[in-house]
């Protein structure tokens, strides 16, 4: 008699605006058709939402922004990524004459992040959370419809509808109840809290309470993973979707 082979479970907290948790996208999906894991994602706000004071605080690390701008397209193409930064920025900012990254436009002024934050926490809701990533987040991030929210989020409908979810009626209800979607996320950011370590950075997977922070520390969460008797899939085949790095 076969012992039945239980899937191991991974809370994964993500950021539309993230460029890492875009990279880390196809290695996610992956992860998910080689293993028996569950990858159970919990969107959050992205940190300019949640904590605009950070970019205050960002203008005097002089090296902090510059850096990344270089390493984010760099790990992009190191992992066989396409990607540029999404036009327009889904976080609204102004010119600001004391900083040279602008400011942050207030919550309630910021309609980009919400549809893409909300309709990311329906279609998890709804149980095709990687199914939406890999369509809406994957066309955001890719350059190929600029700009990505044209004509009332044109764009954006149709890579929803593209993920197997009626599109209209998920951001109609965003949209008329901002409020229920906007419970759930922050629910997800108050569990993030109460792991180890207190890490609130994206993409953060946590097993066990033990929390792996960003897409360069996947490889080290498979082997952790393995350590509690993870499992390959008897029927696994490689995506077409390059992955230039093995899993």
């Not at 008699?1 to 990279?23: A, H, Q």
């Not at 009332?152 to 209209?168: L, P, S």
């Not at 993409?203 to 066990?208: A, E, I, L, S």
Request: hydrophobic share 40%.
């Amino acid at each position: 008699m076969e012992t039945e082979i239980r899937n191991l479970d991974v809370n994964v907290f993500w950021s539309m605006r993230s460029p890492y948790c875009y990279i880390s996208l196809d290695r996610c999906l992956e992860i998910q058709r080689k293993y028996h894991i569950n990858l159970h994602l919990k969107p959050v706000w992205p940190i300019a939402i949640k904590d605009p004071s950070w970019f205050v605080a960002a203008k005097d690390m002089k090296y902090r922004l510059p850096y990344q701008n270089v390493d984010i397209f760099r790990t992009a193409a190191f992992n066989g990524v396409q990607m540029i930064y999404p036009v327009p920025d889904p976080v609204a900012q102004k010119p600001d004459p004391e900083s040279p990254y602008g400011k942050i436009l207030p919550f309630d002024q910021q309609p980009d992040i919400h549809i893409l934050v909300r309709t990311a926490m329906g279609a998890v809701e709804m149980g095709k959370g990687w199914e939406y990533l890999n369509e809406v987040m994957r066309m955001v991030w890719n350059g190929q419809k600029v700009p990505w929210n044209k004509d009332n989020y044109v764009h954006v409908r149709d890579a929803i509808q593209a993920a197997g979810i009626d599109a209209d009626e998920l951001i109609q209800d965003v949209t008329e109840n901002p409020e229920k979607y906007d419970k759930l996320i922050i629910a997800n950011m108050d569990l993030q809290e109460q792991y180890d370590c207190r890490h609130v950075g994206v993409p953060t997977f946590v097993f066990r309470n033990e929390p792996f922070f960003g897409q360069d520390r996947m490889d080290m969460l498979v082997w952790r993973l393995k350590q509690y008797g993870l499992k390959e899939r008897a029927d696994y085949e490689p995506s077409l979707r390059s992955i230039p790095h093995p899993l």
